[in-house]
């Protein structure tokens, strides 16, 4: 019996006919998805607050728009934070050249398609609470804009009250 139930694993682990799942690169993505999208103050169009939004909106994804950067704003308590923003500058704590700034959105999300030279230039995140009240900021740089990738669970980055 177990030999039987190894034997029927082995034939689905090994079926090269199956389709190609998110992430793989035989995935074939629909070319009408790549669009520019970026988030903004009031809108509540997103989803899967806190989850790693790069995993569909890339290349190799159904989601729409490939993203360069995006993720989730948290309240001091954790809570999604809503109509916050996410600078990306060449130096931390807000300061150096302003690279990207996008709005989050309704939901507390951030998004954008924007190219970005993250392989190239390490960019400092800094976040930011509704209207400016409250910063948060990485004292190192990134270079990856898949930020709930990192900052998730009891890793999220929260932007305390001023």
């Known amino acids: 019996m177990r030999a039987l139930l190894l034997a029927a694993l082995c034939v689905l682990a090994c079926d090269r006919d199956a389709e190609p799942f998110i992430g793989d690169p035989d995935y074939v993505r629909d070319p009408a998805l790549d669009v520019a999208l970026r988030s903004s103050h009031g809108d509540a169009i997103s989803h899967n607050l806190g989850q790693n939004c790069m995993q569909c909106h890339q290349a190799h994804g159904p989601g729409l728009g490939r993203f360069s950067v995006a993720g989730t ?84 980055i929260r932007i305390p009250e001023a």
């Not at 809570?79 to 309704?106: F, I, K, Q, Y």
């Open 73 to 156: 704003l948290h309240d001091a308590e954790g809570s999604p934070l809503p109509d916050g923003t996410l600078e990306l500058r060449s130096a931390p704590d807000g300061n150096g050249e302003l690279v990207l700034s996008v709005e989050a959105d309704a939901l507390g999300n951030f998004y954008a398609t924007d190219e970005l030279p993250l392989t190239e230039k390490p960019l400092f995140p800094t976040v930011y609470g509704a209207d400016g009240v409250g910063k948060n900021f990485m004292p190192f740089p990134t270079l990856s804009g898949a930020c709930n990738v990192c900052h998730v669970g009891s890793a999220v």
